[in-house]
């Protein structure tokens, strides 16, 4: 069976790939990473940041908040001691990046371009923690700092380039297209989506941030019609993320035309799920005698 | 650590709002240690959707035993869990207490469930039967006492205070630790006294205080933290408690959730 998938230049053995802040080299010991099209390490940052105040979880319907405030302990410390522990795994490996400017960016991509084992840089518009200046809110909400940062890195940069947008924006098509602008290979899709929860019995925030981002099954429906919106706006591939749990998840996302697709939440419930997702796409696509996953992408039927 | 399908062998009240189960689990068995715990899935579905952590509360040779509290959908979906069914587990999880520190009196201090790893903790150091064992043990009521006949059964001398003196003293485990320290103040200076440890698990409140009088007296304390937690394995970063080190945080679930005292910014 042909599972492969191509973003940009960069050729997936499968479109299955583990989703940023939700996959460490922790995971080995309990999944084969080497089975996955890719994995994408936690979004990095030049300098090291220490994360928001606890509880940075908590637990809501089908879903979870988090509020973890881009902890990671910067760019030194990745190309030093995290890539070199990555050698032995056989599948791509996609650096994210954040920054507080498009200079802060572009350095990441720069100092990234020269380290062999990452194949391809996904840019993380789109945390909702952190706050870029003062008045400015997220780049990922503001259409021009999007064209502009994504810019600023693509001209960096020969790697393939993902760009991973926010949800919380009221057209998310108008931000595709920016980022396609721009010149990035392809569009991630969704991050979280903001929320917030409350303690009765205390009264307090369940999160020590207040606010936070919501993933896990929940958010699915509306990830995927923000897929479904971005593909009619842009002719690069997609990659679809929200709630994904099993293949018949993953599948759905592909008939609205996502090219890949990425795991998040899932992994913390099942850190096996995203090889099941792998092995079920398979199975479906014999079951169906769909010739190959080509012929699953955009493949819904309308009318 | 491994995800596994542990058979449970048992699953039953204890008092009035604890249970016990006991899981089936030769790699468990091999491999537990007191201080760690296993993260487990309570339901197929997605509510709840992420895994509960619970401590060790016993290594057998069979597997291991958690003793938890209701407190909300997860551990009630788990407390009606039967005998012969499967649970998907992964573990073990964390690094434990460190046995090791040698001392000849050793005291254990726990509030409400946090007795919970304390048992392993305190099977495992009495191994050695010239380490004298104290337990402190701190409930709401009488019937929240947990284990104090195992301890003792042990050789443990056990002490207990309830919030409302329905059992034992009445106030708070940690004025009975203070007493304690008090009366073995003394032998520090006896030449071939191997000194004193404090272990304990309980609310973050009940923690804090600990510590500060471990460190007062200038004694070693160990500390078993409970934070909300999402991979329970150290990728999420979603169970920070505040250390002195430069990071500013560790993770309880892979750092912790056993720390030293003397680490941590309380
Ligand atoms: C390392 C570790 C070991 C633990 N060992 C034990 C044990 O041996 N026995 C036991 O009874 N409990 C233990 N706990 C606490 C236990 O995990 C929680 O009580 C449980 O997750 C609550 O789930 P729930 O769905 O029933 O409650 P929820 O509805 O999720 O929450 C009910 C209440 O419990 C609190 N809570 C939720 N998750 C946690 C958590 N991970 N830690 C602390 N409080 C939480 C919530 O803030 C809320 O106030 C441990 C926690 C940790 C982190
Ligand atoms: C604990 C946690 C940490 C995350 N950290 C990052 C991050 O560092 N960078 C990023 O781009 N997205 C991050 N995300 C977002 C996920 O990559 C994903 O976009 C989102 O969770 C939706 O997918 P899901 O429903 O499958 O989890 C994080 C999500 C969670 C739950
Ligand atoms: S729970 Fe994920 S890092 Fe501790």
Redesign the pocket.
């Given at each position: 069976m042909n599972m492969a998938v191509k973003i940009g230049r960069l050729k997936l053995k499968n479109p299955v790939m583990a989703a940023s802040g939700t996959w460490g080299t922790d995971y080995l010991e309990l999944s084969d990473a080497g089975k996955l099209g890719a994995v994408v390490l936690k979004t990095v940052t030049l300098e090291s940041r220490t994360g928001n105040r606890s509880p940075r979880v908590c637990?809501t319907a089908s879903g979870m908040l988090n509020s973890i405030g881009l902890e990671n302990k910067g760019i030194d410390d990745l190309i030093e001691n995290k890539l070199p522990r990555l050698n032995g795994i056989r599948t791509c490996i996609i650096a994210s990046i954040a920054g507080d400017d498009k200079r802060e960016f572009k350095e990441l991509a720069v100092r990234l371009s020269a380290c062999k084992r990452v194949d391809a840089i996904e840019i993380n518009l789109s945390c909702p923690n952190i706050k870029y200046g003062v008045n400015e809110g997220l780049i990922a909400h503001n259409e021009k700092a999007v064209y502009t940062t994504v810019k600023a890195v693509r001209e960096a940069t020969k790697l393939t380039l993902i760009t991973k947008l926010s949800p919380n924006v009221t057209d998310i098509k108008v931000f595709a297209c920016a980022a396609e602008a721009a010149g990035t290979d392809a569009i991630a899709l969704t991050n979280t989506f903001i929320g917030m929860a409350v303690d009765i019995n205390t009264g307090r925030p369940m999160l020590g941030n207040i606010t936070g981002g919501l993933s896990g099954p929940a958010i699915k429906p509306m990830s995927l019609r923000a897929v479904w919106e971005a593909t009619k706006a842009v002719d690069i591939p997609i990659i679809g993320i929200g709630g994904i749990m099993d293949y018949k998840d993953a599948i759905e996302f592909m008939l609205c035309g996502a090219s890949a697709i990425q795991v998040g939440t899932a992994n913390f419930v099942n850190p096996n799920s995203t090889v099941e997702i792998v092995e079920g796409i398979e199975a479906y696509l014999k079951r169906k005698n769909i010739g190959g996953i080509g012929k699953l992408i955009g493949a819904i039927k309308l009318g | 650590m491994k995800q596994l399908n542990a058979k449970i062998l048992s699953n039953e009240k204890v008092g009035t709002a604890f249970y016990k189960m006991r899981l089936a689990s030769s790699y468990l068995a091999k491999l537990a240690k007191p201080g760690q715990?296993v993260e487990i899935r309570c339901s197929k579905g997605t509510a709840?959707l992420l895994r509960?952590?619970?401590?060790v509360?016993r290594v057998s040779s069979l597997g291991i035993e958690?003793?938890?509290?209701v407190?909300?959908?997860?551990?009630?979906i788990i407390s009606n869990k039967r005998a012969g069914e499967d649970l998907d587990i992964i573990g073990p999880l964390?690094n434990g207490f460190d046995l090791e520190l040698g001392s000849d009196v050793n005291i254990l201090v726990a509030g409400g469930?946090g007795v919970?790893?304390l048992m392993a903790l305190a099977e495992g150091l009495s191994v050695k039967k010239s380490r004298k064992i104290h337990v402190l043990i701190g409930a709401r009521v009488k019937s929240h006492v947990m284990c104090e006949g195992e301890f003792k059964a042990l050789g443990c001398a056990v002490k207990v205070t309830t919030d409302d003196g329905s059992r034992g003293y009445k106030g708070l485990v940690t004025e009975l630790l203070k007493k304690l320290l008090a009366t073995h103040k003394v032998k520090t200076y006896l030449p071939d006294f191997r000194g004193i440890t404090v272990y304990a698990c309980g609310p973050n409140a009940m923690l804090k205080s600990v510590a500060a009088i471990a460190m007062e007296h200038g004694i070693p304390c160990q500390a078993s933290f409970?934070?909300?937690?999402a991979c329970g394995v150290g990728v999420c970063l979603g169970c920070p408690v505040k250390v002195k080190s430069p990071e500013g945080y560790k993770m309880?679930c892979k750092d912790g959730?056993v720390f030293d005292a003397g680490e941590i910014l309380w």
């Open positions: 637990e | 715990f709840p509960r952590p619970l401590g509360h958690v003793l938890y509290e407190v909300g959908k997860g551990t009630e964390g469930i919970a790893p409970e934070e909300r937690m309880v959730p």
